[in-house]
């Protein structure tokens, strides 16, 4: 399955349906180039996640780091940690993502499974875990992400015992590896979700970047910061990203005119609502809309 956007809600939490609540699962072959932005946007979500790069590189943005997922690696994204995924360079950009939540793994609430090892993982302040094949332990856990793919996709009786199987298997793989890593608590990561919503409620209006900043309860300079270090640009550009990402949903749902879609959104001037919207999805508006009409 290709994924082509996200949906999320005022603090960037993803929206996204994964399989049924029986089986709390999807696994998805993307090309993040083919994303509106070209790139999957930061988010978080409920589910922990598993990225693997057949081919290509993939930059994974977490906590402020980023990490190069050359060809062959993989990488685990816990659950609640902020994260964006771009393409190292030009072009298509494969990956293969399992998403999926803990509970699938853990079953029963007091289950051993879910006290002694599901919920120390997801406590322990790991975000974002790289899996590179020359660590033996992460070449194993990348060998069981595979499986555990190539079970899911065959769907042959019984995929779904093969599947946890190997799921479960990778997260003791990495209760082991980060069995002494002190908790912590990042701050700034709630403050960052603070400032998201402020801005995604307020996006359509002018607001001013001392209002922005008052709404986490920070000052501007660390407002700045927050943006840089999760979002890896200012507040400004964030802001167009995220009004160019609202237009192209208008653009897509609806019959509206390129010019009223560009004062819904909150630009003030149609030629640079083009600009900005040609720069980050490589198409003018009305070409973009075209497009997804021409299914392209």
Known sequence: MQLRDIRLDSSLCELTPRG???FPIEMYDNDIAAFTLRYVPLHWHTE?????????????????QTALLAPGWGAFVNAGCLHAMRPAQPGPCETINIVFHPELIAGAPY???AQKYVQPLLGSGVGAVPLRPEVPWQASALARLREAYGT????APGFEFGTRACLS????????????TPRRSDPQSGRMKQLLSYLQQNYAEPFTLEQL????????????RCFRKYAGMT???????????????????TEDSVTQICFDVGFHDTSYFTRVFRERTGRTPTAFRQALRAGA
């Not at 693997?52 to 402020?64: E, F, I, M, R, T």
């Not at 298997?169 to 002494?180: G, R, V």
């Not at 900043?213 to 700045?224: E, L, P």
């Not at 802001?239 to 990402?245: Q, T």
Request: aromatic share 10%.
């Open 20 to 22: 049924t609540p029986a």
């Open 48 to 64: 922990a996640e598993l990225v693997y790069a057949p081919a290509g590189g993939v930059l994974l943005d977490s906590g402020g």
């Open 152 to 155: 899911y996709q065959q769907a």
């Open 213 to 224: 900043a008052g709404s986490a309860g920070i000052c501007v300079r660390t407002c700045c």
């Open 235 to 253: 507040p400004f550009q964030y802001l167009n990203e995220y009004r160019v990402k609202a237009a192209a949903d208008l653009l897509r749902s």
């Open 169 to 180: 298997e990778i997260w003791a793989l990495l209760c082991a590896a980060h069995a002494q």
């Open 111 to 113: 289950s051993v499974f």
